[in-house]
């Protein structure tokens, strides 16, 4: 049995999984924009998990951006900048009081589909995770590639040259103009959205204008 957390930009969702992969729990939270509060949550998580199953379970957190393999400090999670250059996986073991195993968000998601999921029966699998942002990763032979630098598999950071001469169209979700993020990840969508039409809305609300039949909702997702 152990527990699993995913950190996003905009919630935090813990399961407990059975050693068979059977789900015992699953709860959602909001995500605090603040670094020792999400360390707290998770702890709070973790401690509640714990005293509920009646055991010390082993935990996994899987997270936007990378630990630098040459510091041990996150980067490449502009969406979730409170975690940015800080070194989660250490101050998570501190607050814990145990190992904890940080992850990058879309590796995990490919791994998992790699090894029981979608790609089981495939050598190599790449997998694509939409949320505030677009991550990818990659698994060969049922193991993680992450390269040099720990970002193998991204490419939601890579950039469409046909755009950069096209500013006007877009707002760019970090401080690079033109990627790929910035088109198809929710919070993309949603600037992009509120550009065009001069509105305030987030992109789950974009989408159930597009279920009400709004045509402006219903032009943009098509482009989509």
């Known amino acids: 049995m152990q527990i699993g ?3 996003g930009a905009t919630k935090i969702e813990s399961v407990v ?13 909001a995500c605090p924009k603040d670094y020792l509060t ?9 401690d509640k998990l714990e005293k ?20 041990g400090l996150v980067k490449n999670a502009p969406n979730c900048y409170w975690l940015e250059k800080k070194p989660f996986q250490s101050d998570l ?3 814990l009081g145990k190992e904890v195993f940080c992850e990058n968000d879309a590796n995990c998601f490919a791994l998992s589909e790699a090894i029981d999921g979608a790609g089981k029966h ?15 990763g990659l698994v060969i032979d049922k193991k993680i590639v992450t390269g040099p630098n720990g970002v ?13 001469g096209k500013r006007e ?39 159930e204008l597009n279920r009400k039949h709004d045509l402006d909702a219903q032009n943009f997702i098509e482009d989509f």
């Open 5 to 7: 957390i995913d950190v």
């Open 152 to 164: 193998a598999g991204e490419w939601g950071h890579n950039q469409i040259p046909y755009f950069l």
């Open 38 to 46: 999400i360390i707290r949550t998770i702890k709070q998580i973790n």
């Open 122 to 136: 495939y050598k190599i699998v790449y997998g694509i995770i939409l949320g505030s942002g677009a991550g990818g």
């Open 169 to 207: 169209e877009f707002e760019s979700t970090s401080a690079r103009e033109a990627e790929i993020e910035s088109f198809i990840s929710g919070l993309g969508m949603a600037k992009r959205f509120n550009k065009k039409y001069n509105k305030n809305l987030k992109t789950n609300q974009i989408f």
């Open 17 to 29: 999984l059975e050693d068979d992969g059977k789900e015992t729990h699953r709860s959602r939270t």
């Open 93 to 95: 073991r501190k607050a």
């Open 52 to 71: 509920e199953f009646k055991k010390e379970l082993p935990i996994g957190v899987c997270h936007p951006g990378v630990h630098s393999p040459q510091t």
